[in-house]
């Protein structure tokens, strides 16, 4: 297989994820298209079988699974950009290892569409949210379609845009964003993502009205069972990030104001952070 012929690379990153991570490359291999794709999982150095797991599949699958192990743990944010690195197809399909997918012409539809819709850099649909029962704890049952501009993204508007449901063109202008220095301070390196490769691409982000993968809510969870507080904080902190890293300026600029009034500086206020509260109202004035 060569990168020329090669339409999408599955990037599925890893660590600890014994119990789904099978799940997750069968709904890679379930997908019927009509290209070649391959599958590149990044394990994080995992400690609890999911190595073991990872490697039967690439026993069986030889030439449409590749494995990145890197020689110690380095977290999710270098997990991701070193399987990246390594993902040579023309689309880049993303899906965590406790995710996984429900449609079996999901990369079809995707690709079909960001073939043929050149104003878009990302292709999103819906999700399904369950626990580790499998339970579902939120879906949107009439799923309608949704665009995003960078200036939706950066007011907080991303809905059904979760990592799974991803599918982008593999192309520098979105990679850019892992050579600025301010990357790895972060938290939500996905809305990062999405917002980069708007604001570098000028290109919208669309949203199919289908359901096709599940997003698992539990403790292992990098972001979906974080404690509330130790969350707001993430989210503040991103927040300052965002203003200070992104160009926008008139309405966006108020509107991000009252973001910050509406939902986080009551918050810094009740922990007596007045001087954070104030330089991020002065940088928005």
Known sequence: MTSQDLMVSVCCT???????????IESFLMQETNFRYEIVIGDDCSTDGTTEIVRSYKERYPDKIKIIYPEKNRGAHLNTINSLSACEGKYIALCDGDDYWTNPQKLQKQVDFLENNPEYVICCHYTRVIDIHNNTLNVEENPVPL??????????RQAE????????????????LFQTNWYSS??????????FATFNTGRKIYVMPEVMSCYRNHVGGVWSMIKNEARMEMVISDFNLIIRRFHYRGIQKKMLLLLYIKRYILFELSRYRLRKAFDTVKYLL
């Open 14 to 24: 890893t660590y600890n994820h014994k119990d789904f991570i099978a799940q997750t």
């Open 186 to 195: 972060c938290y939500a390196a996905d809305k990062f993502f999405k917002l």
């Open 161 to 176: 845009t979760k990592t799974a449901t991803l599918v982008y063109h593999n192309i520098p202008q979105v990679h850019e």
């Open 147 to 156: 665009e995003y501009t960078y200036h939706d993204l950066l007011v907080g």
